[in-house]
C-alpha cells in the first residue's frame, strides 16, 4: 500500500466515530458479539458505546489520521516504514478496543495489546541500545502494572459478580462497602499509574522519546498514556467516593504534576521538555479525578481533550525542528522563525496552549481546574499552591518550546534549516488552529461531545458550559501572574536551572535510579538461579522435580489432609501377581544393569509388562498402545544411547545413596496415592456420560478413542504440540552438530 493512502485507515475509523456520536450522546449502548465467549468465566465479547468511550475514539482516530499524514512524509526514508506501519496500526486498534470495551477482562487484553504494542513502537530502531532500554523500560513499567492490574480486575469482578461494566457501574455502593474494596483499589490503581506515568511510575515516559516523533506524537500524548485516565475515569463510579480514593488519587495526581512542570522547566531537549509536561498534565487529570466532584470531572475532561490537540501538535514541530537542524538541544537552536515561518506560529500557539493564557481552549480548562480546586475543601490550599506553582513551571517550558527555538540569533549551523513539505507542517498547524477555534466557538462540542463525556463518569452533572472570558477576575490576574512569573524564571533559567536540576537527581521522584537498581537485583537473582536450577545435568532436574512432588504432598498430609487405603485381595489370580513381579524385577535390574542396553532391555520388558497388565483388565486398545510406544522408545533409546561413549560409573557411593532414598521415598508416596485414589469410589455419572455421548457427540464407538480426540482435543493436541517441539529441537541439535563437522 503506497504511504498516501495509509492515513485512510484512521480515517475511516474517524468518519465511523464521528457518526456514532448521536448514538451516545443519551447514554450507554451495549453490543455483544457471537464469539465464542465463555459465561462459566464471565468473559464476554461485549463492547460499550457512550460519551466517554466517543470521546477516546475520536481522539485516536482523529489524531491518528494526522500523525499517518505527518510520519508519512517524517518517516519516508525509512527501511522499515511498512512494519512501522503495522505497528502503529496495532496499537490504533488495541486503543479502540481498549476503550470500547464492556467486559473487563476484554478491555484488559487490549490494555496489555498497547503495552506490547507500544514496546515494538518505541524499540523499532533496535540497532540503537537507548532505543532498546527504552523501550523495555517501557514494557517492564507498564506490564508490571497490567498483572496488578488484572488481579485488581478479578477482585472487582468477584466483589460485583460480574466483569461487565454495565453491572459493576450499578453495584458502587456494595463495592465500597465490600472487605476486598481496598486491594481492589490499590492493584488497579498501580495499573493505572504505571501505565499514566504517575509518581513513582513516571520515569518511563521520558525515556520512551528514544522512539521517531510520530510514535511520541500519537501515544505519548493524546492516546497511551491517557488509557490510565481512561481507565480512572470510567470506573470512578463505581471505585471512587471514599477516603482511601481520594487520599490516593489527589496526592499522586499534585504531586505528579508539580514534578513533571519541575522538570519540564529544567530538560533542554525539546522532547524531553515535552514528556515532562504531558506528566505534568497527566498528574492534573488525575488530581481532577480524585477531588471526584462534578465541577472537577468537567474539567478533567475539558483539558484532557485541549491537551491531547495541543501536544500531539508540539510534539510535530519537535520533530520538524530535529528533522531540519538535526538536533532538539534548544540550547543550540535559535532565530528559526523566518526560516520556519508556519512551524513557529504552529509551536507558538502550541505553547501559549501550553501555558494555559490566551484565547485558547486550555486557558478555559485550566479556569474549570481552578474553579474545582477552590471547592475542594480541606484540599484546596495545597492544591491550589501546587496547581498556581506548576503553571509558573510550565510556562517557563513553554517559553523553552517557542521562544528559544524560534527568536534570537540564528546560528550559522542552522543556515540551511526550512519549513517541511505541507504533509509535515500541516497536522500541528491544524491541531493549533483547532484549540483556538473551539475556544472561541466552543457551545456545539461542549453540548455534542464533552458534556456526554463528562455524564458518563459523574452521572447527573449539570450541563457543561465552556468560557472563555469570564472578566477581570482573581482566576485571570493568577493565571497572569503565574506566566509573568514563568516568563522571568526562563530568561533567568542559567541561574536556577542547574541548581533546580541537581535538586531533581536527589530526590526520590528520580525512580529511574530504583528501577535500574531493581533491574540489576532481578538480573543476579535470575543469574543466580539459573546456574542452580539451570546447570546442564539432567540428574539434577529430576532430583528437583522429584523433591518438590514430594514435599508438596507431604505438605498437603502435613495441612491435615487425609489418606484412606483399601487394598481388595478377592480374586487376586496367580497371573497378575506373576505379571506384578516381573514389573518389580525389571525394574530392579533396569536400575542394577552395568550396561546401557541392559537397562533398555529392562525398561521394555517393565513397559511390555505393563501392557499385559492391560490386557488381563480388558483394555486391548491400551496394550496396543502401550505395545507401540514401548517399541518406539526402545528404539529410539538404542539409537541415541549406541553412539554414547562406554558405560562408566562416575557417582561416587554417597551420591548413589542420596539417590536410592530420594528415588524409593518418591516411588512410596506415588503408591500411596495411587492407591488412595483407588480407594475413591469412582463416579459413576461419568461412564454413563461418555457412553451416552460417544456416538453422538463424538461420532466414534470406541469411547477411549472418542474422549481423546474429542472431548480431550486441546489436551491431545498439546502433547502433539510438545513432541512436535521436541522433535523439532532434536532436529536442529542434530543439524548444527553436522554443520560443525569438517
Known amino acids: 500500500m503506497s504511504r498516501r493512502l495509509v492515513p485512510l485507515v484512521p480515517m475511516g475509523l474517524f468518519v465511523a466515530a464521528l457518526l456514532c456520536i448521536p448514538f451516545a450522546v443519551h447514554?450507554?449502548?451495549?453490543?455483544?458479539?457471537?464469539?465464542?465467549?465463555?459465561?462459566?468465566?464471565?468473559?464476554?465479547?461485549?463492547?460499550?458505546?457512550?460519551?466517554?468511550?466517543?470521546?477516546?475514539?475520536?481522539?485516536?482516530?482523529?489524531?491518528?489520521?494526522?500523525?499517518?499524514?505527518?510520519?508519512?512524509?517524517?518517516?519516508?526514508?525509512?527501511?522499515?516504514?511498512?512494519?512501522?506501519?503495522?505497528?502503529?496500526?496495532?496499537?490504533?486498534?488495541?486503543?479502540?478496543?481498549?476503550?470500547?470495551?464492556?467486559?473487563?477482562?476484554?478491555?484488559?487484553?487490549f490494555w496489555e495489546l498497547t503495552s506490547i504494542s507500544s514496546y515494538l513502537l518505541i524499540g523499532i530502531d533496535h540497532e540503537r541500545q537507548e532505543a532498546r532500554d527504552a523501550a523495555l523500560q517501557a514494557l517492564l513499567v507498564t506490564g508490571g502494572g497490567g498483572l496488578a492490574l488484572l488481579a485488581g480486575f478479578v477482585l472487582l469482578g468477584s466483589i460485583a459478580g460480574s466483569f461487565e461494566l454495565s453491572t459493576i457501574l450499578a453495584r458502587g455502593d456494595a463495592i465500597r462497602a465490600h472487605a476486598h474494596y481496598v486491594p481492589a483499589l490499590l492493584l488497579i490503581l498501580t495499573g493505572a499509574f504505571t501505565k499514566s506515568a504517575q509518581v513513582p511510575f513516571h520515569f518511563w515516559l521520558p525515556s520512551a522519546m528514544a522512539a521517531p516523533t510520530p510514535v511520541s506524537a500519537y501515544l505519548h500524548s493524546a492516546t497511551m498514556v491517557k488509557a490510565g485516565i481512561y481507565l480512572l475515569a470510567r470506573l470512578s463510579p463505581a471505585v471512587a467516593g471514599s477516603e482511601e480514593w481520594t487520599t490516593i488519587v489527589t496526592t499522586a495526581g499534585a504531586a505528579t504534576m508539580v514534578a513533571g512542570a519541575l522538570f519540564a522547566a529544567t530538560a533542554v531537549d525539546l522532547k524531553q521538555i515535552l514528556a515532562y509536561t504531558t506528566m505534568s498534565a497527566l498528574g492534573s487529570m488525575v488530581m481532577l479525578l480524585g477531588l471526584g466532584t462534578a465541577a472537577a470531572v468537567q474539567a478533567m475532561i475539558v483539558y484532557l481533550f485541549a491537551h491531547a490537540l495541543y501536544k500531539a501538535g508540539l510534539f510535530m514541530v519537535a520533530g520538524i525542528v530535529d528533522h531540519e537542524t538535526g538536533t532538539r538541544d534548544v540550547t543550540l537552536l535559535g532565530g528559526l522563525r523566518r526560516a520556519m515561518p508556519l512551524t513557529a506560529g504552529a509551536a507558538i500557539v502550541g505553547a501559549i496552549s501550553l501555558a494555559s493564557f490566551g484565547p485558547v481552549l486550555s486557558f478555559a480548562a485550566k479556569e474549570m481546574v481552578a474553579a474545582a480546586v477552590g471547592g475542594a475543601g480541606a484540599w484546596r490550599l495545597p492544591l491550589e499552591i501546587a496547581v498556581y506553582g506548576s503553571a509558573v513551571l510550565l510556562a517557563a517550558a513553554a517559553a523553552l518550546v517557542a521562544i528559544k527555538p524560534f527568536f534570537?540569533?540564528?546560528?550559522?549551523?542552522?543556515?540551511?534549516?526550512?519549513?517541511?513539505?505541507?504533509?509535515?507542517?500541516?497536522?500541528?498547524?491544524?491541531?493549533?488552529?483547532?484549540?483556538?477555534?473551539?475556544?472561541?466557538?466552543?457551545?456545539?462540542?461542549?453540548?455534542?461531545?464533552?458534556?456526554?463525556?463528562?455524564?458518563?463518569?459523574?452521572?447527573?452533572?449539570?450541563?457543561?458550559?465552556?468560557?472563555?472570558?469570564?472578566?477581570?477576575?482573581?482566576?485571570?490576574?493568577?493565571?497572569?501572574?503565574?506566566t509573568a512569573a514563568g516568563l522571568v524564571l526562563y530568561r533567568s533559567r542559567r541561574r536556577w536551572s542547574g541548581l533546580a536540576a541537581a535538586a531533581g537527581r536527589v530526590t526520590v521522584l528520580q525512580a529511574s535510579a530504583w528501577y535500574r537498581g531493581a533491574l540489576r537485583a532481578m538480573m543476579a537473582v535470575a543469574t543466580w538461579q539459573t546456574r542452580v536450577l539451570q546447570n546442564g545435568y539432567l540428574r539434577v532436574y529430576v532430583m528437583v522435580i522429584l523433591l518438590t512432588l514430594i514435599t508438596l504432598l507431604l505438605f498437603a498430609k502435613i495441612r491435615g489432609g487425609s489418606v484412606t487405603i483399601a487394598i481388595h485381595r478377592d480374586n487376586f489370580a496367580i497371573y497378575e501377581a506373576a505379571v506384578a513381579v516381573l514389573i518389580v524385577a525389571a525394574a530392579i535390574v533396569a536400575v542394577s544393569s552395568k550396561t546401557r542396553l541392559g537397562s533398555i532391555a529392562a525398561l521394555g520388558a517393565a513397559g511390555y509388562s505393563v501392557a499385559l497388565t492391560y490386557i488381563i483388565f480388558s483394555a486391548p486398545d491400551l496394550a496396543m498402545t502401550q505395545f507401540v510406544v514401548e517399541t518406539l522408545t526402545v528404539i529410539l533409546y538404542v539409537l541415541v544411547l549406541y553412539r554414547l561413549p562406554k558405560y562408566t560409573l562416575l557417582t561416587r557411593r554417597r551420591e548413589r545413596v542420596r539417590d536410592v532414598i530420594i528415588c524409593t521415598i518418591f516411588g512410596g508416596v506415588m503408591a500411596t496415592l495411587v492407591m488412595a485414589v483407588q480407594s475413591v469410589p469412582a463416579d459413576p455419572t461419568l461412564a454413563s456420560f461418555f457412553e451416552a455421548n460417544s456416538v453422538s457427540g463424538g461420532h466414534g464407538r470406541n469411547i477411549v478413542n472418542v474422549m481423546l480426540v474429542d472431548f480431550r482435543a486441546f489436551d491431545t493436541m498439546g502433547e502433539i504440540a510438545v513432541l512436535g517441539i521436541a522433535a523439532i529441537g532434536v532436529y536442529a541439535l542434530l543439524h548444527l552438530r553436522a554443520a560443525d563437522r569438517p
Open 408 to 482: 534570537g540569533e540564528r546560528p550559522e549551523t542552522l543556515a540551511r534549516a526550512h519549513d517541511p513539505a505541507a504533509a509535515m507542517w500541516a497536522p500541528p498547524l491544524l491541531l493549533a488552529a483547532a484549540g483556538v477555534l473551539i475556544a472561541l466557538l466552543p457551545g456545539r462540542i461542549a453540548d455534542a461531545l464533552l458534556a456526554p463525556a463528562a455524564a458518563a463518569v459523574h452521572p447527573g452533572v449539570s450541563p457543561l458550559t465552556i468560557v472563555l472570558w469570564h472578566g477581570v477576575n482573581l482566576p485571570l490576574v493568577l493565571a497572569a501572574a503565574a
Open 27 to 109: 447514554g450507554a449502548r451495549v453490543m455483544e458479539l457471537p464469539l465464542g465467549a465463555s459465561d462459566e468465566l464471565g468473559i464476554r465479547f461485549s463492547f460499550r458505546l457512550d460519551g466517554l468511550s466517543i470521546l477516546f475514539a475520536l481522539l485516536i482516530t482523529g489524531i491518528g489520521t494526522l500523525v499517518y499524514i505527518y510520519g508519512a512524509t517524517y518517516l519516508a526514508a525509512r527501511k522499515d516504514l511498512p512494519r512501522f506501519w503495522v505497528y502503529l496500526t496495532l496499537f490504533m486498534l488495541s486503543m479502540l478496543g481498549l476503550t470500547l470495551s464492556e467486559n473487563l477482562i476484554l478491555l484488559f487484553v
